[in-house]
């Protein structure tokens, strides 16, 4: 039995039919709109990245006797290899860092008291500047010789790394040319048409700088996120847990985590979103990189339709990228809604 | 009245909570310089002449300072700033509008699709978006809204509905159904249970909703410099871009301008965060 | 079969009736109404040098209104992107930039272009424009732009300082040896001989291009862009192995510096040469107050009668409303005083071999010399030559790759490759 307001109510079993189908049409409009200006769009770019010779004022739809050319083309191109493989990268190792570094960051600031809104403010800042202007800054900050190094070498760390060890405590940040981990001839061998491969298949130490630098930017939207969350659990859960026994840590493991699941889940997809279109920032920080340690998709569709005036190919690789997504991204949308529908 | 192991508990919790929380003010103090720091790089580099707003002088104060760069920004950017403002507060109102509606259909009602219609939309907008750039255009032409703030309002509404809906409807998850169903027992109708319920307490979705599309939408710059052509009525962002020439660039004007930009989305988090309050949904699940 | 035919009249009526509004228009009638010029000059000299066109078409044709439609970014990318969208929907502006060779080429193909061969004719333009660069703007025997000043890609930017510390003097054509030479003086007194910017990849992609039209010369370095020589020939190879060397004298940072930054490093005397097209000149002069000759000097790998040409043209959109306009702007660009006057803010030398440069800096009087009797050639980073777009993005591409791996084969390889695909 569930009280809500002082007044009681027995739980209703009934489902009301009609409520539902009304509920669809209502979602209808929203559907509608936003298919046309996704699947209608995408179609039509499925048609360009098979069509020969499309050009802007000269849309010819015609193709040529392979179409498939373009994206057979596309998978040996090692720009896209090394894009795909920093794609993934990037994508996970933002995640990570964000939505936990968040996450905490969030719980710690719920806690305070009158310092509340002078931290919130502070972290979600740099969600307010333009891509691009972050992407200019943190590559000055990253300067090998000018940046964040000059901290290593005034607090004595470097001196101490030197000490210990013997070398130049330097890192090249954006101009590491270096891959960690190369697992290539592992895909190779898993891969259908892994003998195509042409770059190092591992984590480019260039990215990093850059995973930071998207970091310090989204932190704060993560954490507004879970902030949300938490301000959202009643205060009366919290009171009861603390009556059962359960203080701090566990009230957090068995209460808060459980009921902030789905904040997660969405600033997950969040942030996966942002993470797999990001362009703005990439090209402004380092371009795409020695040996394309740092080029991302959305550059390369970009330098393809514009710049080298390759429609189809840039086209090709926007629809290689979404049926990535499709294959990654739904299954794990399905169980996510499944698991917290009907609660 | 609270009673003596209601109190007990309670000064427990708060001793163990007084030294966690401790800590937790430290951690979070180390942690604000590091967001600062960019901020100090850029406002170092705003207040300098062109020679000296560079990579290799970056740490030190302005020598000579110079309120040059702020200026030649400020007259730049000003006159689009109103262009974004007449765009991005309706479309922030409607995509939100709308994604809080979606959100509580989508959470509170099982019909037979909501799943399939549900990931359909959200998925399709993972597309790089200069690849549909083109047939977007020529839709906009063909509703005769190219070139118009409108259109550019319905692109920005449009392609915000698909994020907006999931925070929405991830966020009334928690929302218990009884309520929902309370009302209909009521004889309140979808809308009228979605205002008088569902709403009040939407009050922290909306926040991060307002945070998120504010953000993107006034920082967008591909759909503002397409849609629009006409200089005078793009949005700021723009203007903010050309501030760094083609060929020539000074820094000192762009740094300039990017902390000028950011200022209404900087005020808009303030404005948003006070409704960061405990206890909205307080007294309403016993 | 009619309806074709009628096509076919009415093109043929239009070509002639537009012809013959080009042609005999009254050379000091005014244009009237609106024109909107689409660049990607949007700020500091580039913007500056664009005003003095627009000043001067204004001027000119008092009842009419300019609006200065431009976009910056990505090199010139950006404003394409716009243009593409612009072009699809039928929305194209009366004056747009573009550069001459593959990219103008394009737009013919498109054909959303005026045919200005009359203007050419009627205003004697084709004497006193170098033919190559005429060559470069035509297709099919009509030429489809003006260009507003040329810059030369391949000028090498040598700081007075650092080369007297190191005790070495470069100056007019230098080859590899003298260079290595000087480099490896330049070292032992802990200066950097070369300053790169190469964040955005243009920058090395110009190095690269330079020592291959040193070692190859003006007619191999044309022979390699129309295919008729393969990119593995020696010299091709001899430049490669030289970049690759040079990419051990460069700064360390240069992947986190723009050509900007190059630049501000060579002003400093941190580093020795700069090779870089010669918008630096203003740069330096402007932004760093350096003088030329005193602070810096320039010179030329291999022949300095040499000149990579890069050029900024504009062209006349044909579906645009006021043809009469964009005519009345593309003689605005072209009237020597206007040369005059852009090319001073711009740096570039004018395109017209008789205006007077006698009041240029002296840096530009001499490229303007170099480009009025020198050797031409189209500059492939910057999208000048007669190729295909995507054969530069191939270059660039393959340069980036080269920097990484330092495979000359994968390097000579890829762009036989491309030359041949496009």
Known sequence: MSQVRGKSYPPVKRKKRGGDTKAALLLLPSFLIVSVFVYVFITYTIGVSLAENWMPAKPSMAQGPDPFATYKNLFENPRFQSDLRNSFIFTVLFLLLTVIAGFFIALAVHNMG???????????????????????????????????????????????????????????????ATTVGDISALLEKIIPGGQYIQVEMGIPLALI???????????????????????????????????????????????????LAPIAITTLVILTHVALKIF?????????????????????????????????????ASIVMLIIVCIVVVPYLIHSNRETNGR | METRTKKMYKNAHARHGKNSRRVQFIILCLLVPFFVMPFYVMIMAALKT????????????????????????????????????TMVVPAVIISSAIGSFNGYLLSKFTFRFSSVMFTMMLVGMFIPYQSILIPLV???????????????????????????????????????????????????GILRTFFSVIVPVSIPGFVVAGIFQFTNIWNDFLFGVITISDPTKQPVTIALNNLSGTQTVNWNVLMAGALIAAIPTAVAYLALGRFFIQGLTAGSVK | MFK????????????????????????????????????????????AA????????????????????????????????????????????????????????????????????????????????????????????????????????????????????????????????????????????????????????????????????????????????????????????????????????????????DWTGAVAALAKGTCGVNVMGDWAYGELLVKHNKVDGKDFTYATFGDANTFVTVGDSFVIGKTAKNQAGG????????????????????????????????????????????????????????????????????????????????????????????????
């Open chain 1, 114 to 176: 009158r310092t509340k809104g002078f931290f919130r403010g502070v972290f979600l800042l740099p969600y307010a500047l333009s891509f691009i202007v972050t992407g200019v800054v943190w590559r000055w900050l990253f300067n090998p010789d000018s940046g964040v190094n000059l901290f290593l070498k005034y607090s004595g760390v470097a001196s101490a790394y030197k000490s210990i060890t013997g070398e130049e405590l330097r890192p090249e940040w954006l101009t590491s």
């Open chain 1, 209 to 259: 700088p850059v995973v930071i630098a998207t970091s310090w930017q989204l932190l704060g939207f993560a954490m507004a996120m879970f902030l949300a969350g938490l301000v959202s659990i009643p205060e009366e859960l919290r009171e009861a847990s603390m009556m059962d026994g359960a203080t701090g840590s566990r009230y957090y493991r068995s209460i808060a985590v459980p009921m």
């Open chain 1, 280 to 316: 703005d920032l990439i090209y402004a920080m380092s371009g795409s990189g020695i040996g394309f340690a740092t080029d991302m998709p959305g550059i390369f569709v970009y330098e393809s339709m514009y710049k080298a005036l390759k429609y189809n190919t840039g086209a090709a």
């Open chain 2, 50 to 85: 062109p020679q000296y707003a560079d990579v290799t002088t970056m740490w030190l104060p302005p020598s000579p300072f110079s309120l040059d760069g702020l200026q030649e920004a400020w007259g730049k950017l000003s006159p689009n700033l109103m262009n974004s403002f």
């Open chain 2, 138 to 188: 020529k839709f906009l032409q063909l509703v005769n809204l190219y070139g118009t703030t409108p259109g550019l309002i319905l692109v920005h509404v449009v392609y915000g509905i698909p994020i907006t809906t999931l925070i929405f409807r991830n966020f009334y998850v928690s929302i218990p159904k009884e309520m929902v169903e309370a009302a209909a027992i009521d004889g309140a």
């Open chain 3, 4 to 47: 074709a035919k009628t096509k076919v009249s009415v093109a043929a009526f239009t070509a002639v009736a537009l012809a013959f509004a080009v042609g005999t228009a009254p050379a000091n009638a005014a244009a009237t109404g609106e024109i909107e010029v689409f660049s990607w000059w949007t700020s500091g000299s580039e913007d």
């Open chain 3, 50 to 257: 664009l005003q003095a066109i627009i000043s001067a078409a204004q001027a000119a044709n008092p009842d009419l209104k300019i609006t200065n439609a431009a976009v910056a970014g990505g090199a010139g990318t950006n404003a394409k992107q716009v243009l593409a969208t612009r072009l699809a929907g039928g929305d194209a502006p009366e004056i747009w930039q573009t550069h001459p060779g593959g990219e103008l080429q394009n737009y013919v193909e498109q054909d959303v272009l005026t045919d200005m061969t009359a203007v050419y004719e009627s205003e004697g333009w084709n004497k006193v424009v170098p033919k190559e660069l005429v060559a470069s703007m035509t297709f099919n025997k009509k030429t489809y732009s003006v260009l507003t000043g040329v810059h030369r890609a391949n000028t090498m930017w040598v700081s007075s300082a650092a080369q007297k510390k190191a005790g070495v003097s470069l100056s007019g054509s230098i080859n590899w040896s003298t260079f290595k030479a000087a480099a490896l003086k330049m070292k032992a007194k802990g200066i950097d001989p070369i300053c790169l910017g190469d964040k955005d990849i243009w920058t090395a992609a110009q190095l690269l291009e330079a020592l291959i039209v040193a070692e190859e010369g003006a007619s191999g370095w044309n022979a390699l862009l129309d295919g008729s020589k393969s990119w593995g020939s020696a010299g091709v190879k001899r430049a490669v192995k030289n970049f690759n060397e040079a990419m051990t004298w460069t700064n360390a940072d240069h992947k986190a510096l």
């Open chain 3, 327 to 422: 005519v009345a702007f593309a003689k605005a660009i072209m009237d020597p005083k206007v040369q005059l006057a852009f090319n001073k803010l711009k740096g570039s030398a004018p395109v017209r071999s008789d205006v007077s440069t006698k009041t240029l800096g002296k840096y530009q009087q001499g490229a303007a010399k170099v480009l009025a009797n020198g050797k031409r050639v189209p500059s492939l980073v910057h999208g000048q030559a007669n190729v295909a777009a995507a054969v530069g993005q191939a270059y660039a591409d393959s340069v980036t790759l080269l920097q990484a791996n330092k495979s000359v084969e994968k390097f000579t390889k890829a762009m036989d490759a491309a030359i041949a695909a496009n």
